[in-house]
């Protein structure tokens, strides 16, 4: 038979994480990053680490494969008027739908020595920049654009050389969704998460759990 074949939806909840990994790669010369520039607690090992910067819940719509339907259409029809998603549900029937879908090391003398010698070259840097800030450069820039310019460039520069001591942190941010079937439930497990490794599973004892309660109501509003 020519038609169409479809699914309803079943409602579920979606508790949408937003977490960031964070790379630490040692710099080339942390061991003197106190000495040099007064940095406590520089680590000389690298690291990766997580952080768990923002929890969302709201209500989804999937396709429930125990509600599958076929609606029959005749055999001349060119175009039936009845519009799924790409899950296969229902999205309008008889009206087109004009919405949008949704997108989918070296030697330690000398290592000490450059260390050093690099150390000085951020001092100096701070220097020009206090200097211009203060207009006291031996060439002053013309104007505000030209300034900022400059001090960007220092800034940029200081930032590298400081990082040869401070080490660097590269943050991945990742987003990870999960789905739960609405039903009665007391402080039951929704996810664990771990500094160390980020989102586990439920039963990963290695993370911190996250509970969710679900209560009932039995009482829907439909006066809207």
């Not at 339907?69 to 296969?88: I, N, R, S």
């Not at 030209?146 to 200081?158: A, C, F, R, V």
């Not at 439930?185 to 993370?207: H, T, Y």
Request: hydrophobic fraction near 35%; proline fraction near 6%.
């Amino acid at each position: 038979d020519y038609g169409v074949t479809y699914m309803l939806p079943k409602t579920e909840i979606e508790i949408v994480l937003q977490a960031t990994k964070h790379t630490y790669t040692p710099g080339e010369f942390c061991r003197y990053a106190d000495r040099y520039l007064r940095l406590n607690n520089v680590s000389a090992e690298p690291e990766e680490f997580w952080t768990l910067d923002k929890i969302e819940t709201r209500i989804a719509g999937v396709p429930d494969k125990d509600n599958v339907y076929f609606v029959k259409m005749k055999d001349k029809t060119v175009a039936p008027l009845m519009e799924l998603t790409e899950d296969g549900i229902v999205r309008s029937i008889n009206i087109p739908f004009s919405g949008k879908p949704a997108a989918k090391t070296p030697e330690a003398n000398s290592s000490a020595k450059m260390a050093e010698l690099v150390a000085k070259e951020i001092y100096s840097i701070r220097e020009s920049k206090n200097a211009l800030l203060r207009g006291e450069a031996d060439n002053m820039p013309k104007d505000g654009a030209q300034l900022k310019l400059m001090l960007d460039n220092l800034n940029q520069q200081e930032t590298a050389m400081t990082e040869m001591f401070s080490g660097k942190i590269k943050k991945e941010p990742k987003t990870f969704t999960i789905r739960l079937t609405p039903k009665e439930m007391k402080d039951e497990v929704a996810f664990r998460f771990s500094r160390k490794l980020g989102v586990v599973a439920n039963n990963d004892l290695a993370g911190e759990p996250y509970y969710i309660s679900v209560t009932d109501l039995k009482s829907p509003d439909v006066s809207a």
